[in-house]
Each structure stands twice: as structure tokens, then as C-alpha cells.
């Protein structure tokens, strides 16, 4: 309802934040993740995206790539419709990219838009395929990532989100032998 407003909150959060992240690129780290997980389409516009999220996201991403450290962001849900917009937030990376149904994010296609210029990290649907699924389709899923991300540039596998808590220790171990097995990319 007040959007002048808003962006007074939003720039003096951003500033304490920088702060923030500043402070914590003086330890031993080699990453800092921003969650944003209230910026996809479900929630806001890409036009509100591009208004109310990115300038502010951009403003702690610089301050954080100027201290030499790499900077990704987490965002849950539907966000195929801003993919570009996170990548002109200068960050090194983008999680979870959520797929069909949680998501809408088709992985292939995510490399092609913006896989050149930021690493990709996530993708496995912890409901469908790590819970529900049985083991034929969760291998047959994790497989196809894996595939999908060997043809990328800077991929991390990983569950799309958080793994669903109900996923036993069983198929976490599957995807560790999957990842043994068919997870090394050699050139």
C-alpha cells in the first residue's frame, strides 16, 4: 500500500545486512547464502521482483563479491518466470529451483538461460521422487539430473529444497551411491 515506505525498510535492512555479511567474510568462509524464499511467483511480480527485491538483493551481493566471496541465493517454489532478474543480482549461484509440481523450474532449460553465468544448485524433488517415489523412480530421477547437470557448466546436486522429513536414511544412501557412481564428471 506504500511503496516509498517499503523501500525505506528494505534499503535500511540491506545496509544491516551488508553489514552483516561483511563482518562474516572476514572468517574462514567461502560462501554466503541469501534466502529469499518469499520472491517467487507465487508471492510477488516479477515486475515487484525487479522493484522490491533485486536492488536490495544486488546492493548486499556487491558488498559481499567485493570482500572476494562467493554469494547464492535460495529461493523456494515457482521462479522460471525470473531467472534472469537473479542472475543480474551479480550473485555466483541459485538454489533450489524447485521442479513441477512444488516448482516450475525445468532444469535443461535453466543451464540455457542462465547456467553461463551462475552455478545451478539443486533439482531433486524430495516429495515425488525421495519420498513417494519408489526406488525405480527416484534412481531413474536423480539419474536424469545427474545427466543434466554433467552438460551444465557449474552444477552442485542436491535436493530441489530441504530433504522432506519423512525420506528414509535408505534412499539418502541410494543417492550416495548414485552420486559415487555416476556423479564424477571427468572431462
Do not use: Q, W
Not at 566471496?69 to 541459485?94: F, N, P, Q, W
Not at 552444477?155 to 522432506?164: P, Q, R, Y
Request: aromatic share 8%.
Amino acid at each position: 500500500m506504500n511503496p516509498d515506505k517499503c523501500k525505506i525498510i528494505l534499503k535500511k535492512f540491506a545496509v544491516g545486512i551488508g553489514d552483516l555479511a561483511e563482518e562474516m567474510c572476514g572468517c574462514d568462509i567461502d560462501a554466503i547464502k541469501i534466502s529469499s524464499p518469499f520472491a517467487g511467483m507465487g508471492f510477488i511480480s516479477p515486475e515487484h521482483y525487479e522493484e522490491f527485491v533485486l536492488p536490495y538483493e544486488r546492493a548486499i551481493i556487491s558488498r559481499i563479491r567485493a570482500k572476494g566471496k562467493h554469494v547464492y541465493i535460495h529461493t523456494c517454489g515457482h521462479i522460471d518466470d525470473r531467472l534472469e532478474l537473479m542472475r543480474d543480482s551479480g550473485a555466483s549461484g541459485l538454489e533450489c529451483l524447485d521442479p513441477a509440481p512444488v516448482g516450475n523450474v525445468d532444469l535443461k532449460n535453466a543451464f540455457e538461460r542462465i547456467g553461463k553465468s551462475m552455478f545451478i544448485k539443486g533439482n531433486i524433488d524430495s516429495v515425488y521422487s525421495l519420498l513417494y517415489g519408489d526406488d525405480a523412480k527416484a534412481e531413474a530421477d536423480v539419474l536424469e539430473i545427474i545427466e543434466t547437470g554433467r552438460r551444465g557448466d557449474g552444477f552442485i546436486l542436491s535436493t530441489a529444497c530441504s530433504i522432506a522429513p519423512m525420506v528414509t536414511a535408505k534412499r539418502i544412501e541410494l543417492l550416495s551411491r548414485l552420486v559415487g557412481k555416476y556423479g564424477i564428471y571427468r572431462p
